[in-house]
């Protein structure tokens, strides 16, 4: 049985059994059309989406199955804090929460042919579920576009797609008012931050290596442990990793354009990704929500002794400052957050050790 328990969908429960009236189509129970909807696209696409991707790429992708689409549902509650359910009453109109959760559900079915080009999906896995979906092409539409925003490229090739995939501020069914862009600005900051180790593909990390450009991906959703804290306006971030780590490198890209990357920097790598999604979401989140910060703590502990305590930590916050299209870099900020220099400080070669 499809799991139908986090905060965000026993709230639509709610609303759709108390408040018929806030959804277009008063004789329809939305929750229950959102229960048989995510019940159809797991046994259609999500339980197909990991053979989709390998079939198309030969990579073991992290998880991209139902209950990743969970994990992002109980992110996205959690940015809106979910612990309280009444700011999330407050904040989102009963329509909103079944646009955002089918916008969800929808955002990575298209794997299930293939990774590329995956956003451009909902539209037409919405119009493949026939009857199943009473829903006007209006409404079809925007939960599409909203789903597609989560990533790709707008219509001119350009990276903004929020501004420019979903046309109207605000879209109207008659009365009712839907705040796309602020709704595609929660599910994607929501999909960055889903990031965890039951995420990984434990088969992507058994030597030897099918895919080893794979690895690295998986191993990152292992080490990551997040926190969200909505009244701090802040997301935390923290990984411990084994000095022994430190010393190895692993496939970034493939064929050519492969490179060695150290853990390490691919951590960093990913944290500016983050941040930049942070910045970007942020901006369609006014009169909902803000995050101003990232705080990230990098532990590294040597798992050959019976010490539990961190031999070297390193922390940093990434926020907003100086001149808004100015990007802070981890490494530039923390240069200690550095590949070569943790494997120089903690992994010296032979020929170093007893050196001046």
Same mark, same amino acid.
């Given at each position: ?82 612990? @309280?359910? *009444?700011? !999330?009453? $407050? ?7 079944? =646009?955002?959760? /089918?916008?969800? #559900? +929808? ?93 990984? @593909?434990? *088969?992507? !990390?058994? $030597? ?7 690895? =690295?991906?998986? /191993?990152?959703? #292992? +080490? ?133």
């Amino acid at each position: 049985m499809t799991r139908t328990d986090s905060a965000l969908e026993r709230l639509l429960e709610k609303h759709a059994a108390e408040q018929p009236q806030a959804f277009p189509l008063r004789e329809t129970n939305y929750f229950k059309l959102y229960c048989v909807i995510k019940d159809s696209l797991k046994r259609s696409h999500y339980d197909n989406a990991g053979a989709g991707l390998a079939m198309t790429s030969g990579n073991r992708y992290t998880k991209h199955d139902i209950g990743h689409v969970d994990d992002v549902i109980e992110v996205a509650g959690h940015l809106l804090g979910a612990e @309280d359910e *009444q700011p !999330l009453l $407050e904040k989102l109109a009963p329509y909103e929460v079944f =646009v955002l959760l /089918l916008a969800i #559900l +929808l955002h990575d079915a298209g794997n299930a042919r293939g990774r590329e080009k995956h956003e451009l999906e909902p539209r037409r896995i919405l119009d493949s579920l026939g009857t199943v979906v009473p829903l006007a092409s209006p409404e079809k539409r925007l939960i599409a576009s909203v789903a597609a925003a989560h990533g790709g490229y707008g219509p001119s090739g350009e990276k903004d797609t929020i501004g420019t995939v979903i046309v109207d501020q605000v879209t109207q069914f008659g009365a009712i008012k839907v705040h796309g862009r602020r709704l595609a600005a929660l599910l994607r900051l929501a999909d960055e931050l889903s990031e965890r180790p039951s995420r990984a @593909d434990q *088969q992507a !990390l058994q $030597e030897p290596y099918d895919s080893p450009s794979s690895v =690295v991906h998986n /191993l990152y959703c #292992l +080490l990551i442990n997040t926190h969200i804290d909505p009244q701090g306006q802040t997301v935390s971030l923290s990984f411990d990793v084994d000095r022994k780590e430190l010393s190895r490198k692993y496939t970034l890209g493939e064929g050519d354009a492969a490179v060695q990357v150290y853990l390490v920097d691919y951590i960093a790598m990913r944290l500016d990704k983050c941040e930049l999604e942070r910045q970007y979401c942020n901006r369609f989140l006014t009169g909902l929500v803000s995050y101003q910060r990232l705080r990230v703590r990098l532990r590294i502990y040597d798992e050959t002794t019976s010490n539990t305590h961190p031999i070297d930590e390193i922390t940093l916050e990434l926020a907003d400052v100086g001149y808004p299209t100015q990007t802070n870099k981890v490494v530039k900020l923390r240069p200690a957050f550095s590949g070569v220099v943790l494997e120089n400080k903690h992994c010296p070669r032979p020929d170093q050790e007893g050196g001046n």
